[in-house]
């Protein structure tokens, strides 16, 4: 089958959403109001609360959101074939995904910009509050550990990203100090910083001496170096403690300072990225070769697997966290929630669509791809560099040479992993400090001290794991756990949609429905995954690391879900809070 027609058909699918469903949402569920006081307007303080223009706010958000997940969960799922995977892909996007990424906005925007785990005191009671917290607390933990295990694996295998990167970072504080004085535009300055990052990564594709490949460097992947590590270990090592020191500063430095600039260039990036790879697609219209569902994948089933698999590209929790924490914040007009909510997660899902296209279509026989994705395992730790190969093969089709393709492909993604990276370690430290006063600790109220136990657990969760490749295979061992928490804050946050909404006397059916099938899907692969696979339970194959995050995780939503259930039993046309 030629792959431009099935991509084809799912964007017709994403505007036919789009147009009418999200219109209909807009219209007659959330009853959004064009001169309703947004919390922009009503708390302008031009640090957290501004309005902004609603394309720029778009892009800002679409960035936000668009991290490394799509690409890497995309990657795996494609195991059982392209087909269960599209499918959850485009109606995900569609019917759950733009619902919960919309709704959470308009729910935080008719609370004075409150975040998702803030208003769970409000709509259901104090105790989910802190157990909302904790479960985002453990959320925010795990896509530090992965998006730190993406981005080091991709300096690993494509040792001419770093330098690019690393120009990015002096480069981006330039213009956050420019603009922040006043002295000029941020557009211009980081189109000019794209075409120096892009012009280093093709450079040094081809100069081997500006490629910092530790690998090489530790005297191949198998040596023993120290300690007993091989010198793959070292490597993982020695970028993750890289990581995260930098993280560690950018995560305490000023938002305008780094952050908002690299957003911006990340945002260009994006775009950019996606504009070569549907045009190489639809230039070059490949075959799909990898088999349309996988007969042979019997060591893990997909069902429910699949639907923690692909988190974000479909719905996820994370970006209720973005939705209401800080785009909730500068809508300049509530109206511009579903073009800013629905279609940031049309964008997502364009994102993972392309990920499963670059995937499938890389290999010339389904024998080949059968010979690299025989296991489940083996799908997600080479996933993400099968994407890399993938899309640069795509590229190609814009006569862009293969190896310069690779590594721009690859500082794209990392550039997108480093983003949420910062964002996700910042939040830590949020929750933390939240914890801390509620619990009157106070060193956990501190910024530095409440950073450091971010950066300090993200690194052990990371590194201790030793899974079949040694030191540093935490972050993708953590990966159906990372997507079965995500699709269960997602679960809790339409549960507060849907709680808000029937206290409008609004049918509930249109964020019920999403809900409980995440919820079934959600809770019953978190239920076999702690019990049977990571307990250890009827076998010696354990891990005790996933045993215990997952069954507080599994404890603490069946407890919030029967705290929203009793309190709705008990009131009947409680008026909006």
Request: proline share 4%; hydrophobic share 55%; net charge neutral.
């Amino acid at each position: 089958m030629q792959a431009s027609w099935v991509a084809a058909l799912s964007l017709f699918l994403f505007f036919i959403g789009y147009r009418y469903y999200s219109k209909f949402l807009a219209e007659k569920i959330y009853q959004l109001n064009p001169d309703y006081m947004t919390p922009a307007h009503e708390f302008k303080d031009d640090v957290d609360y501004v309005p902004a223009n609603k394309f720029v706010l778009l892009g800002h958000h679409f960035t936000s959101i668009a991290g490394a997940a799509p690409i890497v969960g995309p990657a795996i799922a494609v195991y059982w074939g392209w087909l269960p995977a599209m499918l959850w892909v485009v109606f995900g996007t569609i019917l759950a995904a733009g619902v919960h990424d919309f709704g959470t906005m308009v729910l935080s925007v008719r609370h004075k910009g409150q975040s998702v785990g803030t208003l769970a005191n409000k709509l259901v009671g104090h105790r989910a509050k802190l157990l909302f917290l904790f479960i985002i607390l453990i959320l925010v933990l795990m896509v530090n550990a992965v998006f730190a295990w993406v981005i080091s694996n991709l300096f690993i295998n494509f040792p001419a990203t770093v330098l690019s990167i690393f120009i990015q970072i002096p480069l981006a504080i330039w213009i956050g100090v420019r603009a922040y004085r006043k002295t000029g535009n941020m557009v211009i300055p980081s189109v000019i910083v794209l075409f120096v990052m892009y012009f280093t990564a093709i450079i040094a594709s081809y100069v081997p001496v500006l490629q910092i490949d530790l690998i090489q460097y530790f005297g191949g992947a198998e040596n023993i170096v120290l300690f007993g590590l091989t010198g793959i270990e070292m490597a993982f090592f020695v970028w993750i403690t890289v990581l995260m020191i930098y993280v560690y500063f950018a995560s305490t430095l000023p938002v305008w300072k780094l952050l908002q600039p690299r957003d911006l260039i990340n945002a260009y990036q994006l775009v950019l990225g996606l504009g070569i790879l549907y045009l190489g697609l639809f230039i070059s219209n490949p075959e799909i070769t990898a088999p349309t569902t996988n007969v042979e994948a019997t060591d893990v089933s997909w069902f429910p697997l699949l639907f923690i698999t692909i988190a974000c590209g479909a719905i996820s929790g994370f970006h209720g966290l973005v939705s209401s924490g800080t785009t909730a914040k500068q809508l300049d007009k509530e109206t511009d929630a579903r073009f800013v909510g629905y279609l940031g997660a049309i964008g997502e899902g364009s994102l993972a669509l392309i990920t499963i296209v670059a995937v499938v279509t890389y290999f010339n026989t389904s024998g080949e791809f059968m010979d690299v994705y025989h296991s489940f395992s083996e799908a997600g730790a080479v996933g993400l560099n099968i994407f890399v190969e993938g899309a640069a093969q795509l590229a190609t089709a814009l006569l862009i040479p293969l190896e310069a393709a690779k590594t721009i492909i690859a500082v794209i993604v990392i550039s997108f992993a480093a983003t949420t990276l910062d964002t996700s370690v910042r939040l830590m430290r949020y929750i933390l400090n939240e914890l801390g006063e509620e619990y009157k600790i106070k060193p956990l109220t501190k910024v530095h001290t409440s950073t450091l136990i971010a950066v300090g657990a993200s690194a052990a969760l990371v590194l201790l794991p030793e899974g079949p490749r040694g030191l540093g295979s935490g972050g993708y061992l953590l990966w159906p756990l990372f997507g079965t928490s995500n699709q269960l804050l997602a679960g809790i946050s339409l549960l507060l949609v849907t709680i808000w909404l029937k206290r409008q006397g609004r049918s509930i059916i249109y964020t019920l429905i999403p809900m409980v099938f995440l919820m079934i899907m959600t809770l019953w692969a978190m239920t076999e995954q702690v019990i049977f696979d990571w307990s250890g339970w009827g076998s010696n194959d354990s891990n005790m690391l996933l045993f215990i995050f997952g069954a507080i995780i599994l404890g603490f939503t069946i407890w919030i879900i029967l705290e929203a259930v009793t309190l709705v039993r008990k009131e009947k046309g409680q008026p909006d809070l």
